[in-house]
């Protein structure tokens, strides 16, 4: 079983839909969590840290429960930039060691 | 602010010939990875530097691969020989803290390196 685990998609919506891309990840102390986003070609950015209380930002709302293992990235009103690939990432380790799994990655291709 | 730098961006190479990737990480930066990315796949972690000391190297195939970063800024990473296998995006990210208590650095990465062994 892979340590982080997603739907590769791809997810086709249409601009203004909401789309919400799921993930689950193996390792029930992993201490923090991460969506990237990843444009083709391109290096992954990071575009959001998950909380346990779930965090918002702008259009995109991110959710962990950790009882399931389960992280969740919401897009609300999609735009046409938001196409791109989307990495949900596991910090496994407390105190100083930054190690990052990634995911293999959920693509959302945004149509007029 | 100058960020994670590369080169070079595209590599062509046959297999069994050596090949190596550069990195400048973001100034100020101590900790300093590099991933290979497979197609349709995540970033996977090879080597993680903390100044000039690779305090985690244990998913870099050691038989072929070697990196270094002797100065604690920038940094090599080489393959010989290169293998079919090997064909992948290399990617060098860097942050800023590389210890302690706080789990809250950013890792920003380069463009990267595609590599196509053939």
């Known amino acids: 079983r892979k340590e982080v685990e997603q739907d590769p998609g791809p997810f086709n919506v249409p601009e203004g839909a909401t789309v919400a891309f799921n993930c689950t990840y193996s390792n029930s102390a992993s201490q923090s969590f991460f969506w990237y986003r990843q444009d083709c070609r391109k290096e992954p950015k990071l575009l959001m840290s998950v909380y346990s209380s779930g965090n918002e930002d702008g259009r995109f709302t991110a959710q962990l429960n950790r009882a399931s293992q389960y992280i969740s990235l919401l897009i609300r009103d999609s735009k046409l930039s938001d196409s791109a690939t989307y990495l949900c990432v596991v910090r496994p380790f407390s105190g100083g060691y930054n190690k990052l799994i990634f995911g293999a990655g959920t693509r959302l291709a945004v149509h007029p | 602010e100058a960020g994670v730098v590369q080169s070079p961006r595209y590599k062509i190479i046959e297999k069994k010939q050596p090949v190596a990737f550069w990195c400048n990480p973001i100034?100020?930066?101590?900790?300093l990875y590099w991933y290979r990315q497979n197609l349709g796949q995540g970033p996977e972690l090879l080597i993680r530097?903390?100044?000039?000391?690779?305090?985690?190297d244990s998913q870099l195939p050691k038989d072929r691969f070697s990196a270094e970063r002797l100065k604690g800024v920038d940094s090599t990473l080489k393959i010989q020989p290169a293998e079919l296998g090997d064909s992948a995006v290399y990617l060098c990210?860097?942050?800023?803290?590389?210890?302690?208590?706080?789990?809250?650095?950013?890792?920003?990465f380069g463009p990267g390196t595609r590599l196509t062994v053939l």
């Open positions: 990210a860097s942050s800023s803290i590389s210890g302690g208590s706080t789990q809250k650095d950013t890792q920003y």
């Open positions: 100034s100020g930066h101590n900790t």
């Open positions: 530097y903390e100044n000039e000391e690779a305090v985690d």
